[in-house]
T-cell receptor
Framework: AQSVTQLGSHVSVSEGALVLLRCNYS??????LFWYVQYPNQGLQLLLK??????LVKGINGFEAEFKKSETSFHLTKPSAHMSDAAEYFC????????????FGSGTRLSIRP | DARVTQTPRHKVTEMGQEVTMRCQPI?????VFWYRQTMMQGLELLAY????????DSGMPKDRFSAEMPDATLATLKIQPSEPRDSAVYFC????????????FGPGTRLTVL
């Protein structure tokens, strides 16, 4: 069965600094991977997804993630943090199957220091 | 701008009462998901439907929870009887056929059971 592990339940960076949110997956076959963001009092929205095309995936709001099979990782990065990036970020995994379901990680809360 | 809608947005009820939460998926989406989010457990998949048929409800407590899709524009999640441990935010999400497709989340129903 597939799963994801998000390292660090809370990450704090200064405005303008690099954002790095870590996600490692476990899957017996090549997975499909997602990053979702949740702003306070809202539902989740998709940031980006990897579906076996390019390993470097660019998403909305300047975020990107790189699929590294050798490290079983899909870390999320942004070169320069903005105050509006403060939110909770979820990594998720699924397999391509009509009966498959998506499994979410436990989430990482990103705080931005002025 | 198509969105998933959920009603009510907030619900406070007493233990033992029936609670019904409603979701209107995005028109044309044939897959509907119900999630529960709590501080302790994070985001849990309760059930999901494809073409109105339940595909997986293994995450749902069967004795008190039920999920249905009476038609393509309405999904319901019922709890009867409700208990304080059911207090959480319940999200509905909709998407297309493939699990690699984006899930679009509603704003959630915040349920408090006293």
């Amino acid at each position: 069965a597939q799963s994801v592990t998000q390292l660090g339940s809370h990450v704090s960076v200064s405005e303008g600094a690099l954002v790095l949110l870590r996600c490692n997956y476990s899957s017996s076959v090549p997975p499909y991977l997602f990053w979702y963001v949740q702003y306070p009092n809202q539902g989740l929205q998709l940031l980006l997804k990897y579906t076996s095309a390019a390993t470097l995936v660019k998403g909305i709001n300047g975020f990107e993630a790189e699929f590294k099979k050798s490290e079983t990782s899909f870390h999320l990065t942004k070169p320069s943090a903005h105050m509006s990036d403060a939110a909770e970020y979820f990594c998720a995994v699924t397999l391509y199957s009509s009966a498959s379901k998506i499994i979410f990680g436990s989430g990482t809360r990103l705080s931005i220091r002025p | 701008d198509a969105r998933v809608t959920q009603t009510p947005r907030h619900k406070v009820t007493e233990m033992g009462q029936e609670v019904t939460m409603r979701c209107q998926p995005i028109l044309g989406h044939n897959t509907v998901f119900w999630y529960r989010q709590t501080m302790m457990q994070g985001l849990e998949l309760l059930a999901y439907f494809r073409n109105r048929a339940p595909l997986d409800d293994s995450g749902m407590p069967k004795d008190r929870f039920s999920a249905e899709m009476p038609d393509a524009t309405l999904a319901t999640l019922k709890i009867q009887p409700s208990e304080p441990r059911d207090s959480a935010v319940y999200f509905c999400a909709s998407g297309q056929l493939s699990v690699t497709d984006t899930q679009y989340f509603g704003p959630g129903t915040r349920l408090t059971v006293l």
